[in-house]
């Protein structure tokens, strides 16, 4: 991983963006990877089908709170059909986390991504790696 990229983990990491739970939010799901322990809830507010507002809570090593502090600024205004659509590769490229990279590290990264998808879609559980 290059260094640009890990110093962009860790800020993320020690100093997260929209941390926190919202009250009352449109929807909440929280998702956990049992591999490692991480934990993620990501809460929206949407009006009119735009995500207007975003928030994440957890516990976890650095890659997933650090993707999940990305991926909750970069959905803000987001229409709900386009954050659908927000794919694995997108959010990787985001974090700077090559697919080759451990597939460990990836289950990490894609917390908060399945997590989102599964707050959006409504389902019990989020969807499985390759369905993202």
């Keep these: 991983m290059d260094d640009l990229y890990r110093e962009l983990i860790l800020e993320h990491y020690k100093h997260p963006r929209r941390r926190g739970r919202l009250d009352h939010p449109d929807v909440s799901a929280e998702e956990h990877n049992p591999l490692c322990g991480d ?12 995500i207007t507002d975003a928030r994440f809570d957890g516990r976890g090593c650095a890659i997933s709170q650090a993707s999940a502090s990305m991926l909750t600024d970069e959905i803000v205004g987001m229409p709900v059909e386009q954050a659908k659509q927000f794919s694995k590769e997108h959010l990787l490229a985001l974090i700077g986390i090559p697919l080759s990279h451990n597939p460990v590290r ?6 908060p991504l399945k997590t989102l998808k599964a707050g959006l879609y409504g389902v019990g559980h989020a969807p499985d790696d390759d369905e993202l």
């Design 39 to 50: 934990r993620v809830r990501i809460d929206l507010r949407i009006e009119h089908g735009v």
């Design 106 to 111: 990836i289950k990490c990264a894609l917390l």
